[in-house]
T-cell receptor, first 113, second 113 residues
């Protein structure tokens, strides 16, 4: 079946460095992509989204890049802080499936001091 | 005030029992969801309601029955619990069915012995 997946299950970065979390998706019918952050013992929290008619979107310290040619999504976190330590999920929504998000497998980001 | 609150936070029970998890949101959102997160952190949608009407019903055993008495509440009842039902169940809400920005509760960890 079609799926959303991540290349690295765990990413370790030093405080202050930039982090890049990658996600590969296989459903070419997806037109909307979202990144979520889940801290230990909490529910996922929305970070940023991007529609398929864009290839880049920036938020506060975060940037999402979308490459539709290779079906790749990435989340860049600038100046990573200890509070960024969490599991990050990408999610996709195929066209015409309102409210039905498919989540990827998650990447754990560990920030070292 | 907690935006999306679910109870109980922890639930330990024997196989074959029936249990319920309650969810309430005070955000005024129209759409509510139940997601299941397994031990590998994989998040999968189970149900979605919009204004008390079921709009998503994934391939979930019919032992799981959601109920939405009003648009601020979405409860999940599970009959004849099985070992494989052990997971963290997340309730979420969103302003409309088409947004990808979901607001999640803190989860209810269900352990079936």
């Amino acid at each position: 079946g079609e799926s959303v997946g991540l290349h690295l299950p765990t990413l370790s970065v030093q405080e202050g460095d930039n982090s890049i979390i990658n996600c590969a998706y296989s459903n070419s019918a997806s037109d909307y992509f979202i990144w979520y952050k889940q801290e230990s013992g909490k529910g996922p929290q929305f970070i940023i989204d991007i529609r398929s008619n864009m290839d880049k979107r920036q938020g506060q310290r975060v940037t999402v890049l979308l490459n539709k040619t290779v079906k790749h999504l990435s989340l860049q976190i600038a100046a990573t802080q200890p509070g960024d330590s969490a599991v990050y999920f990408c999610a996709e929504r195929p066209t015409g499936t309102a409210s039905k998000l498919t989540f990827g497998t998650g990447t754990r980001l560990q920030v070292t001091l | 005030d907690t935006a999306v609150s679910q109870t109980p936070k922890y639930l330990v029970t024997q196989m074959g029992n029936d249990k319920s998890i309650k969810c309430e949101q005070n955000l005024g959102h129209d759409t509510m969801y139940w997601y299941k997160q397994d031990s590998k952190k994989f998040l999968k949608i189970m149900f979605s309601y919009n204004n008390k009407e079921l709009i998503i019903n994934e391939t979930v055993p019919n032992r799981f029955s959601p109920k939405s008495p009003d648009k601020a509440h979405l409860n999940l009842h599970i009959n004849s619990l099985e070992l494989g039902d052990s997971a963290v169940y997340f309730c979420a809400s969103s302003p409309t069915p088409v947004t990808g920005e979901l607001f999640f509760g803190e989860g209810s960890r269900l352990t079936v012995l």
